[in-house]
């Protein structure tokens, strides 16, 4: 089945503990990205890669790291935490760019107290 | 830069009735992309259509249909028949051909469909 996932779903974490969402996708396709869901902000790009070694900032990359090593992963890092990070993260793949349809997975819920 | 307006921010029918939802853009690229996301309960995106901005033909899957008209930046959405599983966030988002590889997405519609 063509997916992405995401791991984990939920995390509770604390204040500089760092962390690596984790994002996957098997139907082969080049760009990726990463998203964050907030009341009342809606969605926004935190970051994207184009292909493997090709990544670049969205419009809130402040406190993320990315990588793209292999064309299927690619992990959202936080290296020291705070509070307004607590979000809904999705990941998504599309087969080359935005202008594709995007596959979104299915979302991690982060707190960080 | 590209925005998207999604007025609505809630609307409640009963079931069986026939919904619009608005969506309006921004852009000054001549080449873009429009999509429709559904946010069910379940907090999960799914994919419902895009249309390139060469393409204002209207289009319909089942109870779906979509009217993009250029002359008004708009792409609205209709759901014929509404049904309870229609329930659900909806989101329209645009990317541009020549801008930064993102989409960038409405503020969504919360469709509430009362049995």
């Known amino acids: 089945e063509a997916q992405v996932t995401q791991n984990p779903r939920y995390l509770i974490t604390v204040t500089g503990k760092k962390l690596t969402v984790t994002c996957s996708q098997n139907?082969?396709?080049?760009?990726m990205s990463w998203y964050r869901q907030d009341p009342g902000l809606g969605l926004r790009q935190i970051y994207y890669s184009m292909n493997v070694e090709v990544t670049d900032k969205g419009d809130v990359p402040e406190g993320y790291k990315v990588s793209r090593k292999e064309k299927r992963n690619f992990p959202l890092i936080l290296e020291s935490p705070s509070p307004n990070q607590t979000s809904l993260y999705f990941c998504?793949?599309?087969?080359?760019?935005?202008?594709?349809?995007?596959?979104f997975g299915p979302g991690t819920r982060l707190t960080v107290t | 830069a590209q925005k998207v307006t999604q007025a609505q921010t809630e609307i409640s029918v009963v079931e069986k009735e026939d919904v619009t939802l608005d969506c309006v853009y921004e852009t000054r690229d001549t080449t873009y992309y429009l999509f429709w996301y559904k946010q069910p309960p379940s907090g999960e995106l799914v994919f419902l259509i895009r249309r390139n901005s060469f393409d204002e033909q209207n289009e319909i899957s089942g109870r779906y249909s979509w009217n993009f008209q250029k002359s008004t930046s708009s792409f609205n959405f209709t759901i014929t028949a509404s049904q309870v599983v229609d329930s659900a966030v909806y989101f329209c988002?645009?990317?541009?051909?020549?801008?930064?590889?993102?989409?960038?997405f409405g503020q969504g519609t919360r469709l509430t469909i009362n049995p």
């Open positions: 139907m082969n396709h080049e760009y």
């Open positions: 998504a793949s599309s087969l080359s760019g935005s202008r594709y349809e995007q596959y």
């Open positions: 988002a645009l990317s541009e051909a020549g801008g930064a590889q993102k989409l960038v």
